[in-house]
């Protein structure tokens, strides 16, 4: 089945230390690609997306992300967390002109920030 | 304030009574979409609509309808509530159906 697998369920970082969650996709074709974050108690608020153009996305907070189409992957990173960087991360995907219904979404990934 | 309100913030029903979550959004988004939220498993889509007056099911539909009469609302019904639809569960609307969604602030639901 088609799926958004993210293989790190758990991380825990020191602040300072860089970052980088594993999404990977198993769609052919074109498609929309999206990390969203939950921070504790809160709502999903969107960190990044990509439609198209240059594979290197920059979102909020100093996250990035990049695309690499060969390897079906969108990967997440950032240089050097933060203690409010603790929530959890997902990945997310749509294929664009399809008349797919909406996100599929990864399992998560719950990222732990220690001062 | 532009977004998205729910429904009642949390709940504790008792199986096999009817539940309306409520969502509402003041965007004009013409997509709404409802999700639930379990550990482990992240978002799985439940039912969304693409504009008004239509609907259609998501990965997980069975014991949940919708319906959308207005730009505006789309709740969710469980007409007959059992334990394992213990969940958050979270409305969202987009533009259009492959735009950005944006998610409200959830519904804690637990079905004893």
């Known amino acids: 089945a088609q799926s958004v697998s993210q293989h790190n369920h758990h991380v825990i970082l020191s602040e300072a230390a860089s970052l980088e969650l594993g999404c990977n996709y198993s769609?052919?074709?074109?498609?929309?690609l999206f990390w969203y974050v939950q921070y504790p108690g809160q709502h999903l608020q969107l960190l990044l997306k990509?439609?198209?153009?240059?594979?290197l996305v920059k979102g909020i907070k100093g996250f990035e992300a990049e695309f690499i189409k060969s390897k079906f992957s969108f990967n997440l990173r950032k240089p050097s967390v933060q203690w409010s960087d603790t929530a959890e991360y997902f990945c997310?995907?749509?294929?664009?002109?399809?008349?797919?219904?909406?996100?599929?979404f990864g399992s998560g990934t719950r990222l732990q920030v220690q001062p | 304030i532009a977004g998205i309100t729910q429904a009642p913030t949390s709940q504790i029903l008792a199986a096999g009574r009817r539940m309306t979550l409520r969502c509402t959004q003041d965007?004009?988004?013409?997509?709404m979409y409802w999700y639930r939220q379990d550990l482990g498993l992240g978002l799985r889509l439940i039912h969304y609509?693409?504009?008004?007056?239509?609907?259609g099911k998501g990965e997980v539909p069975d014991g949940y309808s919708v319906s959308r009469a207005n730009t505006d609302d789309f709740p969710l019904t469980l007409a007959s509530a059992v334990p394992s639809q213990t969940s958050v569960y979270f409305c969202?609307?987009?533009?259009?159906?492959?735009?950005?969604?944006?998610f409200g602030p959830g519904t804690r639901l637990t079905v004893l």
């Open positions: 990509y439609f198209s153009g240059d594979p």
């Open positions: 769609y052919g074709g074109t498609v929309n």
């Open positions: 997310a995907v749509t294929p664009p002109g399809t008349g797919r219904r909406a996100l599929t």
């Open positions: 965007m004009r988004h013409n997509a």
């Open positions: 609509s693409n504009t008004a007056g239509t609907t």
């Open positions: 969202a609307s987009s533009k259009e159906i492959t735009d950005t969604q944006y």
